[in-house]
């Protein structure tokens, strides 16, 4: 079975600050990878995917995310955090065959001091 | 470009009543997903459509059924409302058979109150 954690419910960080957003992932099969943000009071916004390929993906915003197969983890990365960066972040997976439906992480809520 | 499209944005009703919830997926997007989201919490994936079939069921209530139509839009049907009905209703759309690597576009939601 797959499930996706991510490591703190809350992170919170100043701004120009390095964000670094955890998620770490189980499956029996190839994992497709995804990251989606929630700003408040909308919908879910893709920021990036992994697939196939490289294993570093580079996302809308000035996002990035390291597919580490050794490590299970696909952690979201910016190198300076912007006030407009606050917002929830979801970390999903999903497989192959039967496995396809996304598998959502608990969601992390970015919070970014002035 | 086109979004999916999600009506009504907000709806209150009360319990015992009943709600529709509409789903207009992207132009040439023929999977329609359906997921609820309670306060402070990941989306729970409820159903799935594809080519106006359903594709998967996830932990959807009895008192809920879905259906996607000709044009590919999906209608939400809830009876019965309970105040744990209360949350934020997603739809999202993909093209193609639903497979792992399809990307979803979620729509804005429609959040249902129920009092």
């Known amino acids: 079975a797959q499930s996706v954690t991510q490591l703190g419910s809350h992170v919170s960080v100043s701004e120009g600050a390095l964000v670094l957003l955890r998620c770490n992932y189980s499956s029996s099969v190839p994992p497709y990878l995804f990251w989606y943000v929630q700003y408040p009071n909308q919908g879910l916004q893709l920021l990036l995917k992994y697939t196939t390929g490289a294993t570093l993906v580079k996302g809308i915003n000035g996002f990035e995310a390291e597919f580490k197969k050794s490590e299970t983890s696909f952690h979201l990365t910016k190198p300076s955090a912007h006030m407009s960066d606050a917002a929830e972040y979801f970390c999903?997976?999903?497989?192959?065959?039967?496995?396809?439906?996304?598998?959502w992480g608990a969601g992390t809520k970015l919070i970014i001091k002035p | 470009a086109a979004g999916v499209i999600q009506s009504p944005r907000h709806l209150i009703k009360e319990k015992r009543e009943t709600a529709t919830l509409k789903c207009y997926p992207i132009?040439?997007?023929?999977?329609v997903y359906w997921y609820q989201q309670g306060p402070g919490q990941d989306p729970q994936f409820l159903i799935s459509f594809y080519e106006k079939m359903q594709s998967d069921k996830g932990s959807i209530p009895d008192r809920f059924s879905a259906q996607q139509f000709s044009d590919y839009h999906s209608e939400l049907n809830m009876s019965s409302l309970e105040l744990g009905d209360s949350a934020l209703y997603f739809c999202?759309?993909?093209?193609?058979?639903?497979?792992?690597?399809?990307?979803?576009?979620f729509g804005a939601g429609s959040r249902l109150t129920v009092l």
């Open positions: 999903a997976v999903s497989g192959s065959g039967s496995n396809y439906q996304l598998i």
């Open positions: 999202a759309s993909s093209q193609g058979f639903p497979s792992g690597a399809n990307v979803l576009t």
């Open positions: 132009p040439r997007h023929d999977t």
